[in-house]
């Protein structure tokens, strides 16, 4: 049974520069939450997709958008990067969106912007 | 939101002492889990816990919603217990607190 995973694993860019990272969930789940996490802090949430749909956003700015595809594989964009957009990425997956089901997560992916 | 508060912040035990770690949230929730994050950043599963106590081998946890708290018991800790544990309370998505640095010497 694969668990979430992510990719890729490290990433290095330059402020002003785009960035796209993929998330694959948990075999059966069908939603898919990315979080950010800074050093020293909690992850915090950014949004959650279910059915190809944004269906809840935390406190981030338009720069950060998703999409999910038919599989239930997602993606998280940010744009016009900042070195304060520098930090882990996390990737969970739940089944049945917007529940209260018990969510798994991925490995991360550490992004560094110069 | 949901406002969580962790404590202990840091924690230093000595191999097989036991601990309790305690989180605090603001509101009524939905589900509560525990993980353990480990140095290199995966967030490992141990508790779905909206209410009541679970047992897995050295660790537990008990969470009484109505009083708005949750309680993770390590007992003989590991070096390997090493990290930072979260809560995370959920009312329509998962809330992290700050964490317990936690660090188990030999």
């Known amino acids: 049974d694969a668990g979430v995973t992510q990719s890729p694993t490290h990433l290095i860019k330059t402020r002003g520069q785009q960035v796209t990272l993929r998330c694959s969930p948990k075999s059966g789940h069908d939603t898919v939450s990315w979080y950010q996490q800074a050093l020293g802090q909690g992850p915090q949430f950014i949004f959650q997709?279910?059915?190809?749909?944004e269906r809840q956003r935390g406190n981030f700015p338009d720069r950060f958008s998703g999409h999910q595809f038919p599989n239930y594989s997602s993606e998280l964009n940010v744009n016009a990067l900042l070195l304060g957009d520098s930090a882990l990425y996390l990737c969970a997956s739940l089944w049945g969106g917007g529940s209260y089901n018990e969510q798994f997560f991925g490995p991360g992916t550490r992004l560094t912007v110069l | 939101g949901i406002q969580v508060e962790q404590s202990p912040p840091d924690l230093i035990l000595q191999e097989g002492a036991n601990s309790t770690l305690r989180c605090n949230f603001s509101d009524s929730v939905n589900n509560l889990q525990w993980f353990h994050q480990n140095p290199w950043g995966q967030l490992i599963n141990l508790f779905y816990i909206p209410s009541g106590t679970k047992q897995n081998g050295r660790l537990s946890a008990t969470t009484v919603a109505t009083e708005r708290y949750s309680l993770l018991y390590i007992s003989s800790s590991q070096t390997t217990d090493s990290g930072v544990y979260f809560c995370?309370?959920?009312?329509?998505?998962?809330?992290f607190g700050e964490g317990t640095q936690l660090t188990v010497n030999p």
């Open positions: 995370a309370p959920s009312g329509s998505r998962l809330t």
């Open positions: 997709y279910y059915e190809e749909e």
